[in-house]
């Protein structure tokens, strides 16, 4: 009866083996002619082969081309070829070999699948099963994967064929969690999530770093000739530094530093404007000490010198035929033209032009602040031919509200406090102080009345070249020490009114300390000039001294000490004008108003011989 079920089942669930169950049942041992069984198990494995042969090509020709060949197939077909190869006499074992090969397929298959399962997954898997299945942007998903998922859901519809083979692939032994995993898988992740951001922006940077290397690589070093790549590449350089975010990655550039290559070279009037333009709009918001140097070192004040002689507006000048520029370039040259304008760079001054002159007297001054004194004075020796030709024009003409006359005096102020003021030859700085005299002449013809903002820096100017005998002696002329003396008195009588009225002016109290220790240094360091002040000058003074003592003694308001330091300056200017007119008497008190002067200074650790020496002298008259 086993025989049977056997034959029932295998012809129920292939009915290509027809065949083999009639040829089994006639070859039963109570058959009696075995003959004739066996030409018929002959004849049943002929018939046998045919509809084998029959049903795979019906098999072939149904399955639809584009379907993808399924596993069940490949297995029918295997096990129909291992049948169809067996020989006749042996036919009785074609049961029992289908029954093992079955059994076989079914032990590999699912190996087969759990090899290809972990080859797909591998790591992610492990690294999934470690991290409880945290799935973020940091843990890649491949497409296999995800149509692996899909195939174990299509392999569901199937369930009576593909139940044995489509087991649950076995996993390997997870690895024991410690009680820190999930600290540390948070921070995996954390980090995996920052160097997402990091990377963007390594590439930003990258992508900027690029931009500045065409930039610089375009703008290159100046030639022989006005080159238009050149002048591109500087104009747009220009144009993006107004933006903070390019700023910072130029700011932070390796090659950054070569802009300043061969920048005494340069010949071309707009090219050497904008280079001008783009340090000044770098150095306004910048440290770049190495960048300076370099600049010292490769003579920019050479192409400060030569831009000096050019006093025409840039973007008239880049209009004009000769100058052969684009109008895209016009227009992003009047940009940054516009930009230099808005910057607060200018002295309260207001302007509409903008010419190579001006420019480059900006970035002068600007590099004598910056600089070491010494390099400093390397540049302004390169630039020195021209600034002593304008220093000249502007003495002869009276260009107060001019902004390349007042960036002029702050040049020479920031010049005047460096290490080579003192030096050159008798000859220039007789005329350097014949120029600076007529500055301060002009200013001191309509002060305290009117007053500029650079009047105070022309002060300082003054008190810095007067501080020696050499340049002191050069002021000594009668028109302008009357005009001091004149300053004088009119700026006590200025202060002493406002502090009557509650409307004390610190800059005109400051802009007259600064009057009364020019006129210290002229008359301490030049004998001759103590008696170039006439004795009704004398007079005037002694009465500005005498009420502002009054003054100080009635008040004691915080306006009126300040006004006590000018008392006792005026006190030591009445000193060394008596010391040039020993014929006039001295004024009661004068003496004692020195000597606690003195007395004060003494306990800041400050110098007082000079003035010693003037109350010894003082005595002696007496």
């Known amino acids: 009866m086993a025989p049977a079920r056997i034959d029932a089942k295998d012809s129920k669930s292939n009915p290509g083996e027809t065949g083999i169950i009639d040829s089994h049942e006639t070859a039963s041992p109570a058959t009696p002619r075995k003959s004739s069984t066996s030409i018929r198990t002959g004849v049943a494995k002929l018939g046998t082969e045919e509809a084998i042969q029959a049903s795979s090509a019906d098999k072939r020709v149904e399955t639809p081309p584009t379907r993808r060949r399924r596993l069940i197939d490949a297995l029918v077909a295997e096990e129909t070829g291992n049948s169809s190869s067996d020989p006749g006499p042996n036919a009785g074992k074609v049961d029992l070999v289908s029954n093992s090969e079955r059994l076989h397929a079914r032990e590999d298959r699912p190996s087969f699948r759990k090899e290809a399962h972990l080859r797909r997954t591998g790591s992610d898997s492990s690294a999934l099963e470690r991290r409880k299945i945290k799935v973020t942007y940091s843990q890649s998903r491949s497409f296999l994967q995800s149509s692996q998922e899909s195939n174990t859901a299509e392999a569901a519809d199937y369930p009576p064929l593909m139940a044995d083979i489509d087991d649950a692939p076995l996993r390997p032994p997870s690895p024991v969690v410690d009680e820190y995993d999930d600290v540390d898988d948070d921070l995996k992740t954390k980090v995996a999530i920052r160097s997402v951001h990091e990377l963007r922006r390594a590439g930003a940077n990258h992508r900027s770093s690029d931009e500045v290397d065409d930039l610089l690589s375009r703008i290159g070093t100046p030639g022989s000739l006005a080159s238009t790549m050149r002048r591109n590449g500087l104009c747009e350089l220009a144009d993006k530094l107004q933006k903070k975010e390019f700023m910072n990655q130029f700011r932070d550039h390796a090659s950054r530093d070569n802009i300043a290559k061969g920048i005494s070279d340069e010949k071309d009037a707009i090219s050497g404007f904008l280079l001008v333009a783009i340090l000044v709009i770098f150095l306004s918001s910048n440290p770049a000490p190495h960048l300076l140097h370099q600049l010292a070192e490769n003579q920019v004040g050479l192409l400060l010198n030569s831009l000096l002689e050019i006093q025409e507006d840039v973007t008239g000048f880049a209009a004009q035929k000769s100058a052969n520029m684009s109008r895209a370039s016009r227009s992003t040259l009047a940009s940054v033209k516009s930009r230099l304008l808005g910057m607060d760079l200018w002295h309260g001054c207001k302007m509409l032009h903008l010419s190579p002159r001006t420019i480059s007297l900006q970035l002068l001054y600007m590099l004598i602040r910056l600089l070491d004194p010494h390099d400093a004075q390397t540049v302004l020796d390169d630039a020195s031919t021209n600034i002593s030709k304008l220093r000249s024009y502007f003495a002869r003409e009276d260009c107060r509200d001019d902004i390349d006359y007042v960036l002029l005096i702050c040049i020479l102020e920031a010049q005047s406090s460096t290490a080579g003021a003192a030096d050159g030859s008798a000859t220039k700085v007789r005329q350097e102080m014949s120029d600076i005299a007529a500055f301060l002449q002009r200013a001191l013809d309509c002060w305290p009345r009117s007053h500029n903002n650079i009047d105070a820096t022309l002060l300082k100017l003054a008190i810095n070249t007067t501080n020696n005998e050499a340049r002191a002696a050069a002021l000594q002329n009668n ?54 002040i006439h004795a009704e000058e004398i007079d005037k003074l002694v009465g500005a001294w005498s009420e502002s003592g009054q003054s100080i003694k009635k008040d004691d308001s915080v306006e009126t000490s300040k006004l006590g330091i000018a008392y006792s300056y005026l006190a030591i200017i009445l000193g060394y004008l008596y010391l040039g007119h020993a014929e006039l008497p001295l004024p009661s008190g004068l003496l004692p108003a020195i000597q606690h002067f003195i007395t004060i200074n003494k306990t800041v650790n400050n110098k007082t011989a000079e003035l010693e020496h003037l109350v010894y002298s003082l005595r002696r008259l007496r």
């Open 479 to 532: 028109q302008l020490l009357s005009s001091l003396a004149r300053g004088i008195t009119s700026g006590f009588s200025a202060v002493q009114s406002a502090i009557q009225k509650s409307a004390f002016e610190s800059s005109i109290y400051d802009e007259l300390v600064l009057i009364l220790g020019i006129t210290i240094n002229i008359l301490e360091h030049c004998s001759d000039a103590r008696s170039s």
